[in-house]
């Protein structure tokens, strides 16, 4: 009995630092990696500006959804955008034809040299981070977000 309560312990901590890897609101989030066509990217350069950070894979019917509601609002509102891809090695040639479609760049999460977004559990997974890079909303989770949501969580960030 004892080395089963054990086991559980040992399984709900482990469990317990992997979701506590996901950014929450306040934290100012690392991310330095590079993008689809081997562009760097480093998220500590676009403070000063609202950034919308989209986790995302082609898998993802959710993320497929949030897509043209990112790149319509990020044009719209000036924001930056910066999607962070979740797919396999073998899915990234899919992946760059998926995002010729957008007007915003996407990285790559395996091959980042800092992620503090962590290796994602549930996508899709937005983050709205104000001017000074921190974390002021969260969307999605799972599911897509509204793009009236994704206004105001913008609107908020702005302020």
């Known amino acids: 009995m004892k080395l089963r309560t054990l086991i559980l312990a040992a399984a709900l901590i482990s469990g317990a630092g992997a979701a506590s890897a996901a950014p929450k609101p306040g934290d100012a989030p690392r991310f330095n990696g590079p993008t689809l066509d ?56 899919k992946a760059g034809r998926l995002m010729a479609a957008f007007h915003f760049p996407s990285a790559v999460i395996a091959k980042a040299r800092v992620n503090d977004f962590g290796d994602p559990r549930v996508l899709p997974q937005t983050y709205v981070l104000d001017r000074q890079g921190r974390v002021t909303a969260v969307l999605g989770l799972g599911q897509p977000f509204s793009r009236e949501a994704l206004e105001a969580a913008i609107a908020a960030a702005s302020r």
């Open 38 to 93: 081997g562009a760097a990217v480093d998220l500590a350069s676009l403070r000063g500006q609202v950034v919308v950070v989209d986790l995302w894979a082609t898998w993802c019917a959710p993320c497929r959804i949030e897509m043209p509601i990112l790149d319509a609002v990020g044009q719209a509102r000036g924001v930056k955008i910066l999607a962070l891809s979740a797919d396999k090695p073998r899915d990234l040639p």
